[in-house]
Every structure is written in C-alpha cells, then in structure tokens.
T-cell receptor, first 112, second 117 residues
C-alpha cells in the first residue's frame, strides 16, 4: 500500500516568515516527487517537481528530497497571504505514466 | 506549462440523471488521463486511469458501470456519471500527462463541481 503522509495543519506563519511543509512516503521505489498548491474550490497547481536527492530552488520555493529518509519538504520563503492554500505532496513510483499518490495536504495560513 | 481544459466547471443535476464531464489537453497530446474525485476537506482520490483507445482502469471501489470513461482521442477524455445520486456530489478533476517532454508531470483541469439534488 503506497502511502504519502502529511500533517493536515493548519500551519500558521506570519507574513515574511519561512513556511516549512513536510511529507513522508512509504514506497522506497518512488522516484518522482511533486508539490501542488490548491486553493479552496480550485484544482491543484503544480509548484515544484524534484527527482534527485538534495535541494531544488525556484524563486521563493525550495523543495528538498531525502530518499534515504523517504522525506520530501517544501520551504516557502518570505511567505505572503496569497500563499495561504492547501499544499499537496504527490509521489510517483517511476518516471513513466504510473499514477500519482497524493497526501491529504497541509493547510497553510499566512497572516498579514 | 501545459493546459488542460475541463468542462463544465459547475453542474447541478437531478437525482437519477446522467452528467458528462469533458477533459481536453489543449496544447499537447495525452496518452493517459486520470480522473480524481475530491470530497470537502479530503485529498484527491484517483478514480480511474484513462488510456486512449482502450478501456479505462478503475481503482478499487469505483463502479465502472456508474462512472463511464471514454478516451477517444489523444486530446479528449470524458467521464459520465450515470444515474447520479446526492452522494455523488463532489469535485471531479482530470489530469493529463504529456506524451513528449517530461511525461512525469501531470497537469490538472479546472475541476467540475457536481451537485446532485
């Protein structure tokens, strides 16, 4: 049973702070990892993808992957109120067309 | 990024009727499309995987005779909720992976909010 675990939150941070979102997964064969942002009533939007151990930075977002610990995280620097949303971690078994397994998401609230 | 268009965005139907939802990949070809359902405050749950030109693969617990999926072309997949009931009210979302470029990334449609009254 493939599982992706996330703390449901809400994670509350003040504007300008760093928000840290965490995700663990159970299948050691997983090779592709994604972070999606979902606003209430909207469909998910891809923010970051990461495939190898280490950090990947894109603007204010940094994804971190540690396959040995089966752990992937998303850091949001200089958090803005517009970042308030649910962040979904998704894992794929291989690089082909296998399905994504989603975590339940972490709600992030950024207060002005 | 790639664009996936889903229609309609909202639909209200009477119990017992059928509703068709369309999912189109606008600027890429999608061999595989995925259909998800999301209940309030819940995560996305995969319902089925739609493969162009072949039968869809349904997840355990999803009734294939109730949720009819057709993937007639590389750019279009449809989900028909047959004999809808109030418990089918949910947010239905499709996603598609490109056949070229980075096939690992999935792009989502805008979602369809179905309300069965």
């Amino acid at each position: 049973q493939k599982e992706v675990e996330q703390n449901s939150g809400p994670l509350s941070v003040p504007e300008g702070a760093i928000a840290s979102l965490n995700c663990t997964y159970s299948d050691r064969g997983s090779q592709s990892f994604f972070w999606y942002r979902q606003y209430s009533g909207k469909s998910p939007e891809l923010i970051m993808s990461i495939y190898s151990n280490g950090d990947k930075e894109d603007g204010r977002f940094t994804a971190q992957l540690n396959k040995a610990s089966q752990y992937v995280s998303l850091l949001i620097r200089d958090s803005q109120p517009s970042d308030s949303a649910t962040y979904l971690c998704a894992v794929k078994l291989n690089s082909g067309y296998s399905t994504l397994t989603f975590g339940k998401g972490t709600m992030l609230l950024v207060s002005p | 990024g790639a664009v996936v268009s889903q229609h309609p965005s909202r639909v209200i139907c009477k119990s017992g009727t059928s509703v068709k939802i369309e999912c189109r990949s606008l600027d890429f070809q999608a061999t595989t499309m995925f259909w998800y359902r999301q209940f309030p405050k819940q995560s996305l749950m995969l319902m089925a995987t739609s493969n162009e030109g072949s039968k869809a693969t349904y997840e355990q617990g999803v009734e294939k005779d109730k949720f009819l999926i057709n993937h007639a072309s590389l750019t279009l997949s449809t989900l028909t909720v047959t004999s809808a009931h109030p418990e089918d009210s949910s947010f239905y979302i499709c996603s598609a992976s490109a056949t070229q470029g980075r096939p690992t990334e999935a792009f989502f449609g805008q979602g369809t909010r179905l309300t069965v009254v």
